[in-house]
C-alpha cells in the first residue's frame, strides 16, 4: 500500500489518514480479501499507538490507482492490469505443461512396453530405453542429454522435463511415439538412429 500510495504522488503525511478512509472504512473492501493490517513491531518515533502497514491485493491496488485518477494513477492501473494478463499467461502455460507431461508419462510407458515385446531379448536390452532417451534428446536438441541437464541446471534425481517447455515436451513425445512405431515395424537402432538424424539433420549438424 504504502509502494502505491508513493508511487501516486500523494502527500507523506496523510497516509494513515488515506489507508484509514480508503483501506479500512471502504465498503467495498474487506479485510482477508482485499488487503492484510501489518502492525509495524517497535514503537511509533512520532509517539502514540505503533503504525500500521497495509498489504493489498493487485486487483484492490488496481480499484485504489482508478480512484485516484491523473496520470500517474493511469500508469498504475496500466501497471496492474499488465499483472493480471500476465497472470492468466502463466496460468495457462502452467496447464498446458501439465497436460503434457501427464501425457509424457503415458507414451514413455507405451515406448518401454513395444521395447519390451518388440526387441529380442539381450544382455544389451536392459540399455535399449536410456539409449533411445538419448538419441530423440540428441536429435532434437543438436547436444547430449548430459549437456543439455547441465545447460538447465538439473539436479541429480530430478527429470530434465521438469525444466523443459510445453512445446518442447510435445516435441519429445511426438519423436517418442514416431519410434514406437518404427520399432513396432521392425527396425532396429542404427536404422532408427540413421532416420531421426536425417529427419532432424539441421538439429543434429549445430551439434557438430
Same mark, same amino acid.
Given at each position: 500500500?504504502?509502494?502505491? =500510495?508513493?508511487?501516486?504522488?500523494l %502527500? %507523506?503525511?496523510?497516509?494513515?489518514?488515506?489507508?484509514?478512509?480508503?483501506?479500512?472504512?471502504?465498503?467495498?473492501?474487506?479485510?482477508?480479501? %482485499? =488487503?492484510?493490517?501489518l502492525?509495524?513491531?517497535?514503537?511509533?518515533? $512520532?509517539?502514540?499507538r505503533?503504525?500500521?502497514?497495509?498489504?493489498?491485493?493487485a486487483?484492490?491496488?488496481?480499484?485504489?490507482?482508478? +480512484?485516484?485518477?491523473?496520470?500517474?494513477?493511469?500508469?498504475?492501473?496500466?501497471y496492474?492490469i499488465?499483472?493480471? +494478463?500476465?497472470?492468466?499467461?502463466?496460468?495457462?502455460?502452467? $496447464? $498446458?505443461?501439465?497436460?503434457?507431461?501427464?501425457?509424457?508419462?503415458?507414451?514413455?510407458?507405451?515406448?518401454? %512396453?513395444?521395447?519390451?515385446?518388440?526387441?529380442? &531379448?539381450?544382455?544389451? *536390452?536392459?540399455f535399449a =530405453?536410456?539409449?533411445?532417451?538419448?538419441?530423440?534428446y *540428441?536429435?532434437?536438441?543438436?547436444?547430449?542429454?548430459?549437456?543439455?541437464?547441465? &545447460?538447465?541446471?538439473?539436479?541429480?534425481?530430478?527429470?530434465?522435463? &521438469? =525444466?523443459?517447455?510445453?512445446? $518442447?515436451l510435445?516435441e519429445?513425445?511426438?519423436?517418442?511415439?514416431?519410434?514406437?512405431?518404427?520399432?513396432?515395424?521392425?527396425?532396429?537402432? &542404427?536404422?532408427?538412429?540413421?532416420?531421426?538424424?536425417?529427419?532432424?539433420?539441421?538439429?543434429?549438424?549445430?551439434?557438430?
Open positions: 500500500c504504502r509502494n502505491l =500510495y508513493e508511487f501516486l504522488g %502527500d %507523506d503525511t496523510h497516509f494513515s489518514r488515506w489507508c484509514k478512509v480508503n483501506v479500512e472504512d471502504n465498503p467495498f473492501a474487506a479485510e482477508g480479501d %482485499d =488487503y492484510k493490517v502492525a509495524i513491531k517497535g514503537e511509533n518515533p $512520532q509517539g502514540g505503533p503504525g500500521k502497514e497495509y498489504l493489498l491485493t486487483a484492490f491496488a488496481k480499484k485504489l490507482a482508478m +480512484q485516484s485518477g491523473g496520470e500517474r494513477g493511469e500508469q498504475a492501473r496500466a496492474f499488465a499483472c493480471e +494478463q500476465a497472470l492468466v499467461r502463466i496460468a495457462k502455460e502452467k $496447464q $498446458q505443461w501439465e497436460i503434457e507431461r501427464a501425457k509424457g508419462v503415458i507414451i514413455r510407458h507405451i515406448l518401454t %512396453d513395444t521395447i519390451k515385446m518388440k526387441i529380442a &531379448d539381450s544382455p544389451h *536390452k536392459k =530405453y536410456p539409449n533411445y532417451t538419448k538419441l530423440i *540428441k536429435v532434437i536438441f543438436g547436444k547430449p542429454l548430459k549437456e543439455l541437464e547441465a &545447460d538447465f541446471g538439473v539436479k541429480p534425481k530430478e527429470s530434465i522435463r &521438469d =525444466y523443459l517447455n510445453a512445446e $518442447q510435445k519429445i513425445e511426438s519423436v517418442e511415439m514416431l519410434v514406437s512405431g518404427i520399432i513396432n515395424i521392425g527396425m532396429g537402432y &542404427d536404422e532408427i538412429k540413421e532416420f531421426l538424424i536425417q529427419r532432424y539433420q539441421s538439429n543434429m549438424m549445430l551439434a557438430g
